[in-house]
Each structure stands twice: as C-alpha cells, then as structure tokens.
C-alpha cells in the first residue's frame, strides 16, 4: 500500500531513522503520520473489541532500554528490522534482506535460549 | 498533504496487523523465538502471511509506471552482502531476543506499553542516531532505481 501510493517500503526502522537528526528529513510528514496510524492502531483495536492490548515486557526499564540500544544500533547498521528485510527485502528476493533475515532469526533465537535457559531470567 | 494521509492509513493498516496478530506483545514474539521452551509458532504464519501478501502486491504495484503520489518508486539498490549487514542484523536479533521488541511493535505499543517500552524506544532512537553520528557515509538505504 505504502509503496503503490507513495512509492516507499515499509520499513519500520527505516521510516523512524528517516525522522531523526542527523537527517532531519524533508519528508517527514508521511513518517510522522505513518507513526501515528500505527501507535492509534492498538487504541483502535480497543474499541472495537471492548479490550485493549496491554503489551507484557520481559524487564524493567533498564532491560529494555539495553535491548532498545542494541536494536537500533542494529537496525541502522544492518539497515533494516523485521518489516524492511524480513518481509519487504524477502517480498523483492534481496539477497542482503534473506541474509539478514536468517541472520536476525538466528541470533533472536540464540539469545532467548541464553537468556532463558542457560541464564534461567525471565518469563 | 495526500501523501502523509496515505502515510497515516498505511501506518494505521500496519499497527493493526500487529496486534490483532499479537506481534505487538513481546511475551509473545520471545515465546516464538523459543523454540526449545514455551514455543509459539504462531507467528510463522503472521510473517509467513505478510510475506506472501507484499510478495504479491508488490508484483502489482512494480508493474506500475510510477507510484500513485510520487513520481519514482524509493527501493534499495545494493545487492553485496557485507560484513556490516549481517554484524548488524546479528546485533539487532540479539536486542530482539532480549527486549521482544522490534522497531515496528514498539513504536505500535509506545503509548500502551509503560515506561519499559518508552526506555526501549529511547535506547533504539539513541542507537540510531549514535550509528548515524558516528558513521557519516552510512549506506542510504532508499536509492531509486525505477
């Protein structure tokens, strides 16, 4: 939809590092009000089905604020999340979106195992 | 003014796919990449499902001349594969597996998650910002080619 009107991927980290400085797009408007749909969406979904859904965390601020730095270090460096490479880049048959795909799961899988059951922390 | 209205609904379709599929809950997501615990497969079929639909809407959409509120289309050019990316990718699915968070479910929850995920947010943006900083000739990841 994003690509057939205005011509972009829906790559969720990529819109939001669009938006910040250095960059300080020009086109900001279309990332700000695709950020907005989406933070409305769960609101949304609330009303029509008379429940919200409250997202559960696995940590404290600290925790989250770590994987949060690590994220979007990540994100930047590879260029590209779950909906940039994982699902458009794959969608396009990228070769660098399947490699990082397979990657990202790897070390998401890895990681929950360490943390865990060899670590034994959270839920 | 049209295009941050088609922004705005594709943003809107966006969020909603994530929590109706319960992508926006990190409980869930960290019980899908635990595949040798509490495992939810569920979310195969989540991405699976967006993976066919993009792959098939894109086939239509690239068929266009020019996109509908623009006059090229905006994609990715490079094809080498490169340390950087998978160093990258490798950091980000390990931030994935810690937090449960990834870019889109986290801004999705920004208003319903509490102060954790505003903390995630934060650190996300900072290390954003921080690789932009400190790697000016970062790849630009939109480059038209059509």
Known sequence: MLLA???????????????????????????????????????????????????????????????????GVGTALGGGCTSGHGVCGMARLSGRS?????????????????VRHLLGWGS | MMRALAGLLAGLVFGLGLVISGMSNPAKVLNFLD????????LIFVMGGALVVTFIGFRFVLGMSEPVLDTQFHLPTRSDIDMQLVAGAALFGIGWGI???????AVTSATLGGWPTLAFLGGMIAGMIAVRILQPRSLSPATIVR
């Open chain 1, 5 to 71: 009107l205005n011509g972009r991927i829906a790559g969720i980290s990529g819109i939001v590092k669009g938006l910040l400085p250095p960059d300080g797009a020009t086109d900001a408007a279309w990332r700000i009000c695709f950020v907005v749909g989406m933070v409305v969406a769960p609101w949304l979904v609330g009303l029509v089905t008379g429940e919200l859904a409250v997202p559960a965390v696995p940590g404290n601020g600290l925790w989250m604020a770590v994987a949060g730095v690590v994220v």
């Open chain 1, 98 to 114: 399947i490699v990082a795909t397979l990657t990202f799961m790897a070390t998401g899988v890895i990681t929950v195992f360490v």
């Open chain 2, 35 to 42: 595949i040798t615990g509490t495992w939810d497969p569920s």
């Open chain 2, 99 to 105: 937090g449960g968070y990834c870019p889109g479910p």
